[in-house]
């Protein structure tokens, strides 16, 4: 279960990032890496960043360390086997983090942006 779960967990932070990167007026992308949804451009690439100024780009780019949830537990490496998934500790805290984050950003995200 904490395979799926890990799963789980990683595509709401990823939701958490694109609807703030289309609150920002950014252009959300395929892409899963968190770290290249809130730094596209310094990685060299596209997507346009979240602003290092921006009040959400560190709470954001924290999110990276859920990245490989998105597959890590979920497929089998070059050996076969399975990585072990995180304890259910580790995922409990991540979804309060996430939930906690997803509170402000109804509040925020749903006024009009001034700019």
């Given at each position: 279960r ?14 958490l ?71 259910v ?16 950003a ?10």
């Open positions: 904490n395979r799926h779960a890990a799963f789980h967990v990683q595509q709401g932070a990823e939701k990032v694109k609807a703030v990167r289309l609150h920002r007026g950014l252009r959300a992308t395929a892409k899963h890496t968190i770290a290249e949804l809130v730094d596209g451009a310094a990685t060299g690439g596209e997507p346009r960043p979240v602003p290092s100024g921006d009040t959400w780009h560190d709470l954001l780019l924290d999110l990276d360390k859920l990245s490989a949830y998105a597959t890590a537990y979920r497929y089998p490496t070059t050996t076969g086997r399975l990585s072990t998934p995180p304890d500790a580790a995922l409990v805290e991540w979804i309060a983090t996430i939930r906690g984050l997803i509170t402000i109804r509040a925020e995200l749903l006024q009009p942006r001034v700019d």
